[in-house]
């Protein structure tokens, strides 16, 4: 075979293994693009002899094919603490054949800038600086025997290399092997999620060094195969989608492509769903541990919590790919389908990637980590220590779950660590360091809608129980998920059917227990009551007193020695517990409730009664969200905001029906977005003349509140100024007693609308007999 000389008849191309100037710094790889493994040409693992991994390239050196040479110096790298990529090729201008390579460090040459704004405007996410210019580099020909010769070998680096513990992550000793995937396909199948996969590797391998790819590289292995796995029945789920919002434009649905435009991941959110997080979309639950699916895939839920402590739904994905981006574009559509309403806190899964997209999309809102999954990790991971000492998880579970006060609850760690000498235990110190965000004593400052401190948020997995399983199609799994909204709103129902139709049995002579029995559901009224009666059981102490503020000491008869602190101010009628109940369940506390009898408050003032746990939780009466504002002509600017939505979707709803009714909707806006802006010109007022908007300024002589023109004197304004006092308070009069009229009859409607219910209730339950 003959070759063109090579320094001037020989093309040059240059090329990228990979890490191309957009690729994230392969030396932290918890920031890294998902981008695959990469293998051979040929498809094939190449493995080197035990004589040559322990060789130092030479000039001279021989291999047999190019490929033998990159896996050569590819496993040098490795044993050096470097990693490799393709820099250069010559090619023959005869043929097109590769006659020359270049395999150098991966920091070798200069990156180019990339953070400049783009076409569209948009500056790009700032990189760590990868490339360095490093020199090592090894240059290989090939010979007319076929074979190809080390020409050249650069072996000094300008910068420190990878300890052997580190090595791992560069980029081009990543691969996922044969074997690997043969395990990962079986514990996919099984169910266990990235997590738990490499958990199983690593104790496989005997270390994550010997695992030879990170996490991420096991979430895109997983999802390439989700997608082969699911083939066609995605159509099913999105002809499906496509019809639903055909039917009713108020159902959601949304998909996300990766980046080779495949399938990637699916939200949706019926009508119901999103009208639910109106009312309860204080507290939400995100689970992606629900795999029991024919795929294996994360079927997860976004859930809450209804009035009567059911779980509610509010929107479910379908989750191709797990990686941070996607859950990101996740929760940001999600947050479009509830209105732009970020809720109060979120309950999640154990997740570093999870936890860094809700950083990203809801930074306002306070995340904790599911502690069941939590204990449930630990069975695997405190597996040995279980088995060896019998006592040790109880005593793990009282310590997290009956700690009263921070400083309890890290003494008693430390105490519990120690005593079994688990202070090095890497995951005991993982969940340690997260500690603020999954220990409940130090999340009782937040609304998350429990009983307790100590229940078991095991409401996450719950809401398909009993209707999806290993063996469910994309097919079925619709006809299941239609079940299990059914199935859960006849519990609903049946429970308003419970709470409407059965009186409790008042256990105390108080008109407050009375009080709470007419307002909140049956299940909310027995905690109530619960916590009402154990007040017989406890006192309360003054310990001081500054006129403003008293601070009470309460305690149960014979426990002085376990007592919470109460703060009443007086005047508010407000009161604190170091205890924390009502922040965190909306529920007051047996020691507020003592403070309260010994302080002779009869009733629960309004603003402990949370209408989320009231009879009335679902009620159209959108304004009566808070009563006090409707008594004092005040509206907040969330209730002004629903009321407006709500009438502005009534267009919508009825404007998409046909093109009479639409072009009629349009000019309604139209004509409403007119006064808008003339009114926010004006300071918020019209002009009325005679009982008409004008949007001129002038008016004819008649009664107009204000002319534009012609100045008038001082008396003529004192007069007017009066004059429009006096109609404004005779408007505000008028307006108060329409408010109570409109308060008092939608009231009536939502009585009516819950005995229907009852009635339907009832006529179901007849049929069924």
Known sequence: MEFEPLNMENEVIEFDMGLTDDAVDIEHPVDEDDHEMLESSTGRELYISEADMNLEPYEGMEFESEEAAKAFYNSYARRVGFSTRVSMSRRSRRDGAIIQRSFVCAKEGFRSEKDRPGSDGKVKRPRAVTRVGCKAMLVVKIQESGKWVVSGFEKEHNHELVPPDKVHCLRSHRHVSGSAKSLIDTLQGAGIGPSGIMSVLIKEYGGITNVGFTERDCRNYMRSSRQRTLGGDTQILLDYLKHMHAQNPAFFYAIQGDE??????????????????????????????????????????????????????????????????????????????????????????????????????????????????????????????????????????????????????????????????????????????????????????????????????????????????????????????????????????????????????????????????????????????????????????????????????????????????????????????????????????????????????????????????????????????????????????????????????????????????????????????????????????????????????VTDGSQGHWVSGQPQTQDEKDKKIQQLSRELDRSNHKCEVYRANLLAVLKDIEEQKLQLSVKVQNVKLGMKE
């Open 260 to 697: 080779d435009q495949c399938l990637s991941n699916i939200f949706w959110a019926d009508p119901k769903a999103r009208s639910n997080y109106t009312y309860f979309g204080d507290t939400v639950t995100f689970d992606t541990t629900y795999r029991s699916n024919r795929y294996r895939l994360p079927y997860a839920p976004f859930t809450g919590v209804n009035h009567h402590g059911q779980p509610v739904l509010f929107g479910c994905a379908l989750l191709v790919n797990e990686s941070e981006a996607s859950f990101v574009w996740l929760f940001k559509t999600w947050l479009t389908a509830m209105s732009g309403r970020a809720p109060v806190s979120i309950t999640t899964d154990h997740d570093r990637v999870i936890r860094s997209a809700v950083t990203q999309v809801f930074p306002e809102t306070r995340h904790r980590f599911c502690k069941w999954h939590i204990f449930k990790e630990g069975q695997e991971k405190l597996s040995h220590v279980y088995l060896e000492h019998p006592t040790f998880e109880a005593e793990f579970h009282k310590c997290v779950n009956l700690a009263e006060s921070i400083e309890e609850f890290e003494s008693c760690w430390m105490s519990l660590i120690d005593r079994y000498n688990l202070r090095e235990h890497d995951w005991l110190q993982a969940i340690f360091n997260a500690r603020r965000q999954w220990v409940p004593v130090y999340l009782r400052d937040t609304f998350f809608a429990e009983m307790s401190i100590a229940q078991r948020n095991d409401s996450m997995n719950s809401y398909f129980d009993g209707y999806v399983n290993a063996s469910t199609t994309l097919q079925l799994l619709i006809k299941q998920y239609e079940k299990a909204l059914e199935s859960r709103y006849e519990k609903e129902v049946k429970a308003d059917y419970d709470t409407m139709n059965t009186a409790p049995v008042l256990k105390t002579p108080s008109p407050m227990e009375k009080q709470a029995a007419e307002l909140y559901t049956k299940k909310l009224f027995m905690k109530f009551q619960e916590e009402l009666v154990e007040t017989l059981t406890f006192m309360a102490t003054k310990m001081e007193d500054d006129g403003l503020m008293t601070t009470y000491r309460v305690a149960k008869f014979g426990e002085d020695h376990k007592s919470y602190i109460v703060r009443l101010n007086v005047l508010e009628m407000k009161a604190t517990c170091s205890c924390q109940m009502f922040e965190f369940s909306g529920l007051l506390c047996r020691h507020i409730l003592t403070v309260f009898r010994v302080t002779n408050v009869l009733t629960l003032p309004s603003h402990y009664i949370l209408k989320r746990w009231t009879r009335n939780a679902k009620s159209g009466v959108i304004l009566e969200e808070r009563a006090s504002d409707l008594l004092n002509s005040r509206e907040s600017i969330t209730v002004r905001y629903n009321n407006l939505r709500q009438e502005a979707l009534k267009y919508v709803d009825e404007g998409v029906k046909n093109i009479e009714i639409y072009n009629v909707a349009m000019g309604a806006l139209q004509e409403a977005a007119k006064k808008v802006a003339f009114a926010k010109k004006n300071g918020g007022k019209f002009l009325l003349v005679n009982g008409t908007n004008r949007e001129d300024g």
